[in-house]
């Protein structure tokens, strides 16, 4: 059966269409099960509806963090959610969250991590005046974009560039490896060994 995602957003969701996007194409062996969001207006919801797509709201109003995040656990099982990729997620998961879904849980995050963790990833970069920055694709544990890496790609910041600039042309790498570490993750093709995720050997048939 076709690994079923659960897509958690707060904003546009431009990554989470892009996922989606490669699934229609037939380049990504997924099904996205359902899209969560913490923001009611996330312009990600509204797009995930008009793709007829399961898309709800779950306020945090009022709630602890592990009481709103007990509230996404028991859509996502519900859901029977395999893999839960962080879209643009602005939020910092509980341990009953991370503990929930142990090695299952992704996020894409706009800088060569552990480079320019948190807000404004694109800003500090520029502000640093790195050659060269990126996207990363990993595992998510308790701290801020904090756990073992999956995949990176690598974007060359050019003198002329703005904070605009420099988002979009991470934005199109974001776009390609997010779907391309799910497909990794789905197919057991990673092994997380301390720190660092490798790539399990394939045998060959013959
Ligand atoms: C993306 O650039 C993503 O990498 C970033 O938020 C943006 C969401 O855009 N995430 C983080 O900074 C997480 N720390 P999108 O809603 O268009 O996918």
Request: glycine fraction near 8%.
């Amino acid at each position: 059966m076709r690994g079923r995602l659960g897509i958690l957003l707060s904003g546009r969701g431009s990554n989470f269409e892009a996922i989606a996007d490669h699934i229609e194409r037939g380049e990504l062996d997924a099904q996205i099960a359902v899209v969560i969001s913490n923001a009611s207006q996330a312009p990600g919801l509204e797009k995930a509806r008009q793709r007829g797509l399961e898309a709800i709201f779950i306020g945090s109003k009022g709630l602890s963090r592990e009481e709103f995040d007990r509230r996404l656990v028991s859509t996502l099982k519900e859901e029977q959610v395999d893999l839960v990729c962080l879209a643009g997620f602005m939020r910092l998961l509980s341990s009953y969250f991370i503990k929930s879904f142990p090695h299952r849980i992704l996020n894409i995050h706009p800088s060569l991590l552990p480079s320019f963790p948190g807000l404004n990833a694109q800003q500090q970069a520029l502000e640093h005046g790195v050659k060269y920055t990126g996207c990363t694709v990993h595992f998510v544990d308790e701290g801020l974009d904090s756990g073992p890496i999956i995949l990176q790609a690598v974007v060359p910041v050019l003198d002329n560039d703005t904070e605009q600039t420099l988002s979009a042309r991470i934005l199109a790498e974001e776009h390609e490896i997010y779907s391309r570490a799910i497909q990794l993750v789905l197919d057991n093709q990673t092994r997380v060994e301390g720190r660092r995720v490798l790539r399990v050997a394939t045998t060959e048939c013959t």
